[in-house]
């Protein structure tokens, strides 16, 4: 498959992802020859099939939705216990907006 | 005495514990010991969580002491975990350099229940990052060997666990299938291991892979054990809404009664006839071995077609990843795990943080997951994929018409070794071509154990059933046991 090297820079983009210049070089390649592998479900013809989402078709979500009550959840303190960092019982992170 | 109690299945221990003739304490103090004896060989273990697990112990004896009647099926059985379910308080790391320090602040529902029904939790076991992987040689930490040859790996994503069982570090383990990590590594370790019917067993507290395709099951020594942990695991879960409703039944007791004689298909397109796709020579004759002997106890074989199989690993590798890099997103150091250090800013964060934190592999998937799903490409990929989903589901129920169970190979080789696979991505991937089926179809599927074969190394059947019938692959594999 013919996916530029520009093109997979954009997905890693997308991705939130970093290759240097020489782990491009040696990526590239592979990512290519899988996609030449997975590209061979062209041949099969799907004309009109549904396509499948769900791991279970049939048993999607029921229509019955439960009474809209709070529910007990994590503490603030449980919720903050992992935080790289926080301050004043936030995540602190990097600021978002230019000043 | 303490190694006579290594050779007892979780059902015998469960029996012994509950009548008293052994303590709960005794059997996980024998199972540390066989831990700390193997496992800095074997690397079948992340975390070993050595005084937890004796207080669970003490207290199931306690129970057992006050009100037997109180204490739950499983009350003092050790059990290892796969480090991809979250447990309050013990680090879950999902293999991942990104949650190495994770300290779960909630159980998963798989371990509330296993708690609840008395279970002893020893610890978490060794596996692909993120599940991402075939050998376990993806760990971010260190791979797991296979106990019967250090040098082959154990199969993956669930290769601490498999190993485990395997080598007696652990009567019974939990693992996770997203496209064949519970039955291929328990095909390559010996031991038998079920992936349930999707939406059978809760998947709430599972570090998410594929959220369409992954299950939680069992890895045991045999059917009667995967019965006796289905009971505790499966029925609906108010937190999982892909739990079915439909209620469990009692497969311990199902398992009691003999399977009526089935008719069993082999798909001929998993046994080589047709080019390219079968298995090796010892894995054809481990597999023809196990149906003859099906048929002598009654089975009818008869040979079956699933058109389209050889389309499943493709739509495998597109549907997996992309539901991996849509659930990998949550990982960008903001709330829990690895953060870069110094970030610029937001974006910079984001990026550094996933570069350093995933691993080689995973970073892979999410590429390719990203791309399948990126505008221009959803179509051709994502969508053809969920429809070759649909093909081969009505390939299965059409063969369903006809036989009552599927049989074939679980991987196209016996295990290899480590480090033969690992420079090839696609030749890796295709360790899972007839394990994938059953999670894109949402079919139950089990990993029979069978007899070595001529290179000494373990071999095994791969069973499916329709939806929900998880007792007929139990039942059946009981004929080979």
Same mark, same amino acid.
């Given at each position: 498959?013919? *996916? ?6 954009? *997905? ?6 970093e290759y240097s210049p020489e782990q491009m070089e040696e990526f590239v390649p592979r990512f290519r020859e899988i996609l030449d592998h997975i590209a061979r479900l062209e041949e099969l013809d799907t004309q009109g099939i549904e396509p499948m989402y769900h791991g279970l078709p049939g048993e999607e979500l029921s229509e019955d939705l ?34 | ?100 320090? &994770? ?31 075939? #050998?376990?040689?993806?760990?971010? &930490? ?38 064949? #990590? ?26 998410a892979f594929g959220s369409s395709l992954d299950q939680i099951g069992p890895i045991t020594r045999d059917a009667s054990d995967a019965a006796l942990l289905l009971d505790v695991l499966a029925g609906q879960d108010p937190n999982d809404a892909t739990t079915s409703a439909r209620p469990a039944p009692d497969f311990s007791e199902e398992l ?98 996933? $570069? ?24 051709? &990929? ?17 063969? &369903? ?11 196209? $080789? ?26 894109? $179809? ?16 373990p071999q095994a059947l791969q069973l499916t059933a329709p939806h929900f019938q998880e007792s007929r692959l139990l039942q059946t594999s009981r004929l080979l046991a």
């Amino acid at each position: 498959m013919k *996916i530029s090297r520009d093109e997979v820079e954009k *997905i890693a983009a997308l991705a939130h992802l970093e290759y240097s210049p020489e782990q491009m070089e040696e990526f590239v390649p592979r990512f290519r020859e899988i996609l030449d592998h997975i590209a061979r479900l062209e041949e099969l013809d799907t004309q009109g099939i549904e396509p499948m989402y769900h791991g279970l078709p049939g048993e999607e979500l029921s229509e019955d939705l439960r009474e809209d009550e709070t529910r007990p959840v994590l503490t603030r303190e449980e919720a903050l216990e992992n935080a790289p960092e926080e301050v004043d019982g936030q995540f602190r992170v990097p600021r978002v907006i230019e000043s | 005495m303490s190694n006579s109690l290594l050779e007892l299945t979780a059902r015998q221990l469960c029996d012994r514990i509950r009548s008293g003739q052994v303590k709960a304490v005794e059997v996980c103090q024998a199972y540390l010991q066989q831990i700390g004896l193997h496992d800095r060989e074997l690397g079948c273990y992340l975390t070993v969580d050595e005084e937890e697990a004796l207080d669970q112990a003490r207290e199931a004896d306690k129970v057992l002491a006050r009100s037997p009647r109180e204490a739950g099926p499983l009350a003092g059985l050790p059990v290892a975990l796969k480090d991809n379910i979250v447990t309050r308080g013990l680090r879950t790391s999902a293999g991942s350099r990104i949650l190495e320090d &994770f300290i779960p602040p909630y159980d998963a529902a798989v371990v509330s229940r296993l708690r609840q029904a008395g279970a002893v939790i020893l610890g978490k076991t060794n596996m692909d990052e993120f599940a991402m992987g075939s #050998s376990t040689e993806n760990s971010a &930490f260190f791979p797991t060997r296979n106990p019967h040859d250090r040098q082959r790996v154990p199969g993956g994503s669930s290769g601490g666990s498999a190993a485990a069982v395997a080598a007696r570090l652990a009567p019974a383990a939990l693992g996770s299938d997203t496209g064949g #990590s519970i039955r291929q590594p328990a095909a390559f370790c010996g031991v038998s291991g079920l992936k349930p019917t999707y939406g059978r067993v809760s998947r709430y507290g599972l570090i998410a892979f594929g959220s369409s395709l992954d299950q939680i099951g069992p890895i045991t020594r045999d059917a009667s054990d995967a019965a006796l942990l289905l009971d505790v695991l499966a029925g609906q879960d108010p937190n999982d809404a892909t739990t079915s409703a439909r209620p469990a039944p009692d497969f311990s007791e199902e398992l009691q009664h003999d399977p009526q004689p089935l008719r069993i298909g082999v798909p001929r397109q998993w046994m080589g006839d047709e080019a390219g796709t079968g298995p090796d020579a010892e894995v054809k004759e481990a597999v023809e071995a196990a149906l003859e002997k099906l048929q002598a106890q009654g089975c009818q074989i008869e040979e079956i077609s699933l058109p389209h199989t050889s389309y499943a690993i493709e739509a495998y590798y597109i549907v997996a990843p992309a539901e991996a890099s849509s659930n990998l997103m949550r990982y960008d150091g903001v709330r829990y795990g690895l953060r870069a250090e110094n970030p610029r800013d937001l974006a910079d964060m984001y990026r550094r943080t996933r $570069t350093q934190g995933f691993g080689e592999e995973v970073k892979r998937r999410i590429m390719l997951g990203t791309f399948v799903l990126s505008a221009g490409y959803i179509e051709a &990929f994502y969508s053809k994929a969920a429809k070759t989903r649909r093909v081969l589901l009505q390939d299965h129920l059409k063969a &369903f018409e006809t036989v009552d169970l599927i049989a074939g190979p679980v991987t196209p $080789t016996p295990p290899f070794k480590l480090g033969e696979k690992t420079s090839d991505p696609w030749q890796m991937y295709l360790s899972d071509i007839y394990t994938v089926t059953a999670n894109l $179809t949402g079919l139950p599927a089990l990993s029979v154990p069978l007899p070595a074969g001529p290179s000494g190394l373990p071999q095994a059947l791969q069973l499916t059933a329709p939806h929900f019938q998880e007792s007929r692959l139990l039942q059946t594999s009981r004929l080979l046991a």
